[in-house]
């Protein structure tokens, strides 16, 4: 299947992943041509060839009324960086410093936004397919959701400062465009290096990750290192979360295709996102050209039983394991010692994933011991789809192999119809299928 790995041993930033994918593409002016064209206000977009450590690479600047990115903070839109008024406009100090960026320090005219501003922007001035904008809201959505979350503030009440600025908005929607224009049937990330130390913003000091890129990395691969700074911004961590099928190591895959995005600093280690773009492969398809829609994998199981827990806190327990990347998670009615009604939970994860599901296991649940045993599974090739029905856009699974294909909506899509529509799901489903 075509296959986007993005190498984060580096981090992530807006600019960062927009360079990298960039740089797949056969025709990257007229790309980038394409992004000049949105309608974007008074944003141009420009790229420049660099060298990180002898590799060469994309850095893409972008100027907002004629003046350069970092000049407005850019991607710097840290949580202690916005407010919960509904002053849109007005005069206000910045004080940011970014590993990515640089290091000044300054004051100008900013315009705040919400996230109704920012939908108004993205929907009706700019010139986005559908699943663009869908894409770029989403988004936002989740920045959102972690300020909400930071600060203990509705998402209504959210303002974005740097987030909100045109040029965050130019490097959201330049990575939305970019994965419509590649395509990708899925997209796998590595461990996310988040750096480490402190980052410093108007209201004071914060720990790296800072609060909001902690919140929204909650269930995905992390490390630190000994990089000292903030390696990973809101907006980078937002948009992998967004497009990633799953987050690990590079799959088997016959690589096509290198893009390199290229930070602003210099480290010792090349300070770059990497996107490798190519076909997987799976042990069974003899590294085919075309590989085999067949999947063979592996699975663990971690089982343990438990009769002295509440039913309140063996559902903590599950939800922490699925944020965590568990696979699979579910319990089974048991018998103890001394006729004692129990649970048996069962846990399914990636071996990769195994340790992480143990400590969690003991952290909350009262058990003393943990069974291990390893699977090996047959999947279908599984790939997401968007179809135009007469709701709009619908993404659809499609899972096939061994002979069969499988299909289903996506809850959420249907769901949201449903809700908009005051329609059941099934009244939904029979609707679109009737159409297509």
Avoid: W
Wanted: proline fraction near 4%; glycine fraction near 8%; aromatic fraction near 6%.
């Amino acid at each position: 299947m075509k296959t986007l790995y993005i190498d984060c041993s580096m981090g992530a930033a807006g600019d960062m992943l927009t360079a990298a994918l960039l740089e797949l593409l056969p025709d990257r002016d007229a790309f980038l041509a394409k992004l000049n064209s949105l309608g974007i206000p008074d944003v141009l977009y420009s790229i420049q060839s660099v060298q990180k450590c002898g590799i060469t690479g994309t850095h893409v600047s972008v100027t907002v009324a004629g003046q350069e990115e970092d000049e407005h903070m850019h991607d710097h839109h840290h949580e202690c960086g916005h407010e919960h008024s509904h002053e849109h406009s007005h005069e206000h100090e910045h004080d940011h410093e970014h590993t990515h960026d640089h290091d000044d320090h300054h004051a100008h005219s900013h315009h705040h936004s919400s996230l109704h501003d920012i939908e108004h922007i993205v929907r009706d001035h700019l010139r986005l397919p559908t699943l663009v904008a869908l894409d770029v809201m989403a988004v936002y959505e989740e920045i959102a959701e972690a300020e909400s979350h930071v600060h203990g503030v509705p998402v209504k009440e959210i303002h974005f400062h740097e987030v909100g600025t045109m040029d965050a908005v130019a490097d959201i929607t330049a990575v939305c465009l970019l994965m419509n224009a590649i395509k990708p049937d899925e997209v796998v990330v590595s461990p996310i290096h988040v750096g480490s130390g402190q980052v410093r913003c108007a209201h004071g000091i914060l720990p790296v990750p800072a609060p909001a890129t902690a919140y929204i990395l909650k269930g995905v691969p992390t490390y630190g290192g000994n990089i000292n700074g903030e390696l990973c911004t809101p907006t980078g961590a937002a948009l992998l979360k967004h497009f990633a099928t799953r987050f690990g190591p590079m799959p088997k895959m016959i690589t096509k295709s290198i893009g390199y995005g290229m930070g602003k600093k210099d480290f010792p280690q090349a300070n770059c996102v990497r996107a490798m773009l190519g076909e997987s492969f799976s042990d069974n398809s003899a590294h085919e050209e075309t590989p085999s829609k067949v999947l063979d994998d592996s699975v663990i199981e971690l089982s343990c039983n438990v009769d002295d827990m509440t039913a309140e806190a063996i559902g903590f327990a599950m939800e922490r394991l699925f944020e965590a990347g568990a696979n699979e998670v579910y319990t089974v009615p048991a018998g103890m010692k001394k006729s004692r009604p129990g649970i048996l939970l069962r846990v399914l994860c990636r071996p990769e994933e195994k340790e992480k599901m143990v400590r969690l296991l003991f952290q909350h649940t009262t058990t003393i011991g943990i069974r291990e045993l390893v699977f090996s599974r047959y999947v279908l090739d599984r790939k997401v789809e968007t179809i135009d029905t007469s709701f709009g856009p619908v993404r659809r699974k499609v899972s096939s192999g061994y002979g069969v294909t499988r299909t289903k909506f996506e809850y959420e899509d249907i769901a949201r119809i449903a809700r908009e529509k005051g329609l059941s799901l099934a009244e939904v489903e029979k609707k679109i299928l009737e159409d297509s």
